[in-house]
């Protein structure tokens, strides 16, 4: 089994719509990330958290917001999406090591924003 | 702010030379450099990375990238293309010794190998 997974993995949904994403690990990391990747512009940090109590925004965090409910588990919403939203969703969990920490992904959640 | 610089969003290269993927990363302070590889359909993973005195890193599948602080430079090379080495190559940066620093990742270089 994949030690980290998102669901879903394709999402169609119409401007306006809530909607959430979601993401567990069983790698026991304290630390996970959502990161939004689009074609010729790499992968940008959206939120992270370093711990359950801990919620941080990232570059682009507007229009997001994010839940931690457990250790395992962290989940992205989009409050009213919008097209620009479109875009491929990952999730990713680390281990503190001083910065030298290799971050591990999930596969991903395609978002369609029609 | 730290930034990453990924020279050419796609090389192309014939099965068996060379691979030279460019990253220069803007710092004052030398940071940890890191390199990942996303293929087709899945998530990215860890190639290698530079986090200590060691400037020339060997990673997995036959990759190594030096570390050149005169030339703010981490390139990735591999002395041999396989067809298999198609895939979408990431550079990213955080800040050495702050146990609260974030990844940035370069814009990403597509890797296009022909037979």
């Known amino acids: 089994d994949a030690d980290v997974t998102q669901t879903p993995r394709n999402r169609i949904t119409k401007t306006g719509k809530r909607i959430m994403l979601e993401c567990s690990q069983t790698k026991g990391h304290d630390r996970m990330y959502w990161y939004r990747q689009d074609p010729g512009l790499g992968l940008r940090l959206i939120y992270y958290s370093f711990d359950v109590k801990d919620i941080n925004k990232g570059e682009i965090s507007d229009g997001y917001s994010v839940s931690r409910q457990a250790q395992a588990k962290f989940s992205l919403s989009l409050e009213s999406a919008i097209p620009n939203q479109t875009a491929l969703y990952f999730c990713a969990t680390s281990e503190p090591t001083s910065g030298q920490e290799t971050q591990y992904f999930g596969p991903g959640t395609r978002l369609l924003v029609l | 702010a730290q930034s990453v610089t990924q020279l050419g969003s796609h090389v192309s290269v014939s099965e068996g030379a060379l691979v030279l993927l460019r990253c220069n990363y803007s710092s004052s302070v030398p940071p940890y450099l890191f390199w990942y590889v996303q293929y087709p359909n899945q998530g990215l993973q860890l190639l290698l990375k530079y986090t200590s005195a060691a400037t020339l890193v060997k990673g997995i599948n036959g990759f190594e990238a030096e570390f050149k602080k005169s030339e703010t430079s981490f390139h990735l090379t591999k002395p041999s293309a396989h067809m298999s080495d198609a895939a979408e190559y990431f550079c990213?940066?955080?800040?050495?010794?702050?146990?609260?620093?974030?990844?940035?990742f370069g814009k990403g270089t597509m890797l296009l190998v022909s037979p």
């Open positions: 990213a940066v955080t800040e050495r010794d702050s146990g609260y620093s974030t990844l940035t």
